[in-house]
Nanobody, 122 residues
């Protein structure tokens, strides 16, 4: 089993900044991808940013230039630095990790964090 523990959500005024973190623990041989998704009320869950492998990074168009995704050196914690926040960034943010459990199997597993609420409002 893999556990993802998220932290860092909260209330911030428009134009402000927040930093999210997500730490993975459990039976992990390797991590293929670490990502952040978000889901606003009544909307689908969207990919915000992801790191594939070592340095392949992708962003949601509306997040590019304002958000920065990164991983720690051990590779099991992912961060999302969010700057210039807008009311439309308000959502529950979820961490997602795609990983292999052992070196003998190439099967990829999915794990999700519990979600952390980000509210951008004056």
């Amino acid at each position: 089993q893999v556990q993802l523990v998220e932290s860092g959500g909260g209330l911030v005024e428009p134009g402000g900044s927040l930093s999210l973190s997500c730490a993975a623990s459990g039976t992990i041989f390797s991590i293929n991808c670490m990502a952040w998704y978000r889901q606003a009320p009544g909307k689908e869950r969207d990919l915000v940013a992801e790191i594939i492998g070592i340095g392949n990074i992708k962003y949601l168009d509306s997040a590019r230039g304002r958000f920065t995704i990164s991983r720690d050196n051990a590779g099991k914690t992912v961060y999302l630095q969010m700057n210039s926040l807008k009311p439309e960034d308000t959502a529950v943010y979820y961490c997602n990790v795609k990983y292999r459990r052992t070196y003998v199997s190439e099967q990829i597993f999915d794990a999700w964090g519990q979600g952390t609420l980000v509210t951008v409002s004056s």
